[in-house]
């Protein structure tokens, strides 16, 4: 299995953006430009630094659009693409350029869950976003084989624009 499809694990990327009932409005946050610090720890390698740097907004046929420019420590900066559009309240329903089927992202409060099946190796990915405080938002990612945790990674996304 590549190492650098495990770095496609980190989605999303400063204040973070609540609604005035202080849920937490993923297009708002997503929209213009945001930069993700992690850490990813795969099975039988160290730690090592994550980064993602995104831009994302709305597309003439209405979907929500964000292109991550992606890059792991020691290793060619790469590029995926998410598509996203609403199926109902608090649930996205899309595509990533990267998963082998359909993403599905759910609003709780400050919080989403995001879930795919990666292209590469069948991993299934599991993503959990939080508002913090101080307007960031916590990531944390496990990736699953077989039901059992071969990779993570855990971090703070920002808000630039």
């Not at 209405?62 to 420019?69: C, R, V």
């Not at 998963?99 to 995001?114: M, R, Y």
């Not at 069948?122 to 307007?135: F, H």
Request: proline fraction near 4%; glycine fraction near 12%.
């Amino acid at each position: 299995m590549k190492t650098a499809a495990l770095i496609l694990l980190v989605a999303l990327g400063g204040p973070a953006c609540a609604s005035p009932d202080g849920k937490l409005d993923m297009m708002g946050f997503f929209t213009g430009r945001t930069h993700g610090d992690n850490v990813i720890r795969i099975a039988f390698h160290h730690p090592h630094k994550l980064i993602v740097d995104s831009i994302g907004g709305r597309n003439k046929e209405g979907e929500f659009i964000l292109i991550d420019n992606v890059e792991e420590e020691g290793k060619p900066a790469t590029k995926r693409t998410w598509s996203m559009h609403p199926v109902g309240p608090d649930h996205f329903s899309g595509s990533l350029s990267d998963a082998s089927g359909p993403v599905d992202i759910t609003v709780s409060g400050d919080s989403a869950t995001i879930r795919y099946v990666m292209k590469d190796g069948g991993l299934k990915i599991e993503q959990r976003l939080q508002m913090q405080r101080d307007g960031t938002l916590a990531n944390h990612v496990v990736a699953r084989k077989f039901g059992m945790k071969f990779a993570q990674a855990d971090g703070t996304i920002r808000k630039l624009d």
